[in-house]
């Protein structure tokens, strides 16, 4: 991902937008009965306008009610469907309960590693096998924050996430983050070689590497 997700807030300056999801300057306004040209009386909603595509979120108090109650990051486009199934599930209920969330996030963290390790071995055992085939550091870091802080949220531990919801929305960010570097770059890397690499280089390259794996 290109920059960190900025949750959308009442009255913040700036943030993701939920329609267009860049992080743009919002102009804030209320919103009054009005007969002819004065105002009557205040409905007790406010409204902020993305600079970046015009569109303005509803909040009503503190809350955003349009177009959702949802502040969680929207899923990356290339997330597989039963992942992203669980992810949009947790979108939806993030502002109510940020464990199911949380528990909803981690199940969808065991469906992508299912996704990139087939196989019948326990979550743990899928992000060690990444690991052996060089997951980096940094990776392995999210995998292991969504697995621990989702398990969490089913099994009383350590970390809180009732009274600390920001926790939940930063594992949406890392599954996102996750889906990127493992689907979403491979995949461009791939398309760019094979529409880019003449076929007598490409003969080329798998005889070296035919080599090299003897």
Not at 72 to 95: C, F, G, Q, S, T
Not at 166 to 181: A, P
Request: net charge neutral; aromatic share 8%; proline share 6%.
């Amino acid at each position: 991902m290109k920059q960190n997700y900025t949750t959308p807030k009442f009255d913040l300056e700036a943030f993701n937008c939920p329609y267009c999801t860049t992080y743009a300057n919002m102009i804030w306004y209320k919103a009054d009965f009005q007969k002819g040209f004065d105002s009557i009386g205040h409905l007790g909603l406010s409204a902020a306008q993305c600079s970046c595509c015009g569109k303005s979120t509803v909040w009503e108090g503190e809350t955003m009610i349009i177009p959702s109650s949802s502040t969680a990051p929207m899923p990356n486009d290339d997330m597989p469907e039963e992942i992203l199934e669980l992810y949009n599930e947790a979108r939806e209920i993030v502002a109510k309960s940020s464990r199911g969330a949380a528990a909803l996030l981690r199940l969808a963290l065991q469906y992508l590693c299912d996704y990139l390790v087939p196989g019948n071995k326990k979550l743990n055992d899928k992000i060690a096998k990444l690991v052996e085939n060089g997951l980096s550091p940094q990776l392995q870091q999210a995998f292991d924050i969504v697995r621990v802080v989702g398990n969490n949220a089913v099994h009383p531990g350590e970390i809180n996430i009732k009274d600390n919801p920001d926790i939940c929305i930063k594992l949406f960010e890392l599954i996102n983050i996750i889906v990127d570097q493992m689907i979403t770059r491979p995949k461009e890397i791939e398309a760019f070689y094979k529409n880019t690499i003449p076929e007598k280089s490409k003969k080329a390259i798998e005889k070296r590497d035919s080599k090299v794996k003897s």
